[in-house]
């Protein structure tokens, strides 16, 4: 099922929640709706489900207007962040629930029932645990059959609410890499919020960025991750450092230290704001003459595969973080209050009318 969503408002008393939002989500795709809390996109959620109704605006399914479906109507199976699976039941039980629910005419007979239900727990790799009961189970593993409900009632369209959000670190990797080939071998439209721009860049097709009710950008993971449309989607996606100056010409000039810009060879004297990802900052031993941003540095936590490098400017004290390889940076022996200096491989420069 196609889903799209025109002019979507959302108010709740002076707080915009939606500002015009309009949105294509592919047949068969899994979108992700990543932002920072507050950003309208668990009420976009809703809204598509039919459990939060608009404002104004569509919602479009298979091209046709559902805005005024009940959420029954509409085909689509939920999972929320924090399982709500019926305590009382059996993992057996909460599976079958909505099967069991149907209009008689509609409602599947007990064989079927439990042939279905099993098939649901062989797909969600839990078939040993039909007879246990939720609090019997894992976070994880209650996350999974949450997933096996909405699925037992072949929805069209599958919305997941934060689904790994109240799992530890180490099980919300290990759901989402199975999220993503479950999704591969299902192909049901999908759509599931996070604020976990890791969680959004390794699961889905396509990526919204939303901040402040509205849309920031839309793209795969290597377009909003490389290709970003705004400082806001630079920094969202991960740390970035900030050099303020002027453009001219190819160059950002910055309180002494000039950067190289390529794409900005016609720019003349704009203000410019310089952004500059860890990764992406080389670090040498200081040598008299050496160009680039003498830096002191102040602190360095090299625990992993990469070492984070926290460096103070000296010119204005500013502080800068770099990361590189653990391998490199134990080679090259830097030892903290030590003088270096910081290259910048590659800058990204917005200027101030589009920050």
């Known amino acids: 099922m196609s889903i799209e969503v025109r002019n979507i408002r959302k108010r709740f008393g002076d707080f915009v929640a939606l500002d015009n939002v309009s949105l294509n989500f592919p047949t068969g795709e899994l979108t992700a709706l990543l932002g920072p809390s507050g950003c309208g996109k668990t009420t976009l959620l809703r809204i598509i489900a039919g459990l939060e109704q608009l404002d104004s605006g569509q919602v479009l399914l298979d091209g046709e207007d559902a805005s005024a479906r009940h959420v029954r109507e509409r085909q689509v199976g939920f999972v929320f962040q924090h399982y709500a699976l019926f305590k009382h039941m059996s993992v057996f039980e909460n599976i079958a629930f909505g099967l069991r629910v149907k209009p008689r005419h509609l409602r599947p007979s007990e064989t079927q029932i439990k042939e279905k239900v099993h098939r649901l727990l062989d797909l969600v790799q839990l078939d040993w645990l039909a007879d246990r009961y939720p609090p019997q189970l894992s976070g994880g593993q209650r996350q999974r059959i949450a997933l096996a409900r909405a699925l037992a009632v072949e929805p069209r369209v599958l919305l997941l609410d934060e689904p790994f959000g109240a799992l530890d670190a180490k099980v919300r990797k290990e759901l989402r890499r199975w999220l993503r080939r479950l999704h591969d071998e299902l192909h049901v439209t999908s759509i599931f919020v996070t ?100 830096v002191q540095l102040k602190r360095a936590h090299a625990i992993g595969p990469l070492a984070q490098l926290e460096l103070e400017r000296d010119d204005n004290g500013q502080l800068i973080e770099a990361l590189i390889p653990s391998e490199h940076f134990a080679q090259l022996n830097f030892k903290e209050g030590e003088k270096l200096v910081a290259r910048p491989k590659r800058l990204r420069v917005f200027f101030d009318n589009a920050v």
């Open 195 to 294: 604020h976990d721009q890791e969680e959004a860049l390794e699961v889905s097709d396509q990526v919204v960025l939303m901040n402040k009710g509205r849309v920031e950008q839309l793209g795969t993971p290597d377009a909003v991750y490389n290709h970003p449309a705004s400082p806001f989607v630079l920094g969202f996606l991960g740390n970035v450092n900030i050099f303020h100056g002027r453009v001219h010409e190819g160059v950002l000039s910055s309180d002494g230290t000039r950067f190289a810009l390529a794409d900005h060879a016609e720019t003349q004297d704009a203000q410019g704001i310089g952004y500059v990802r860890p990764h992406e900052i080389d670090v040498a031993r200081y040598t008299p003459g050496a160009e680039g941003i003498i």
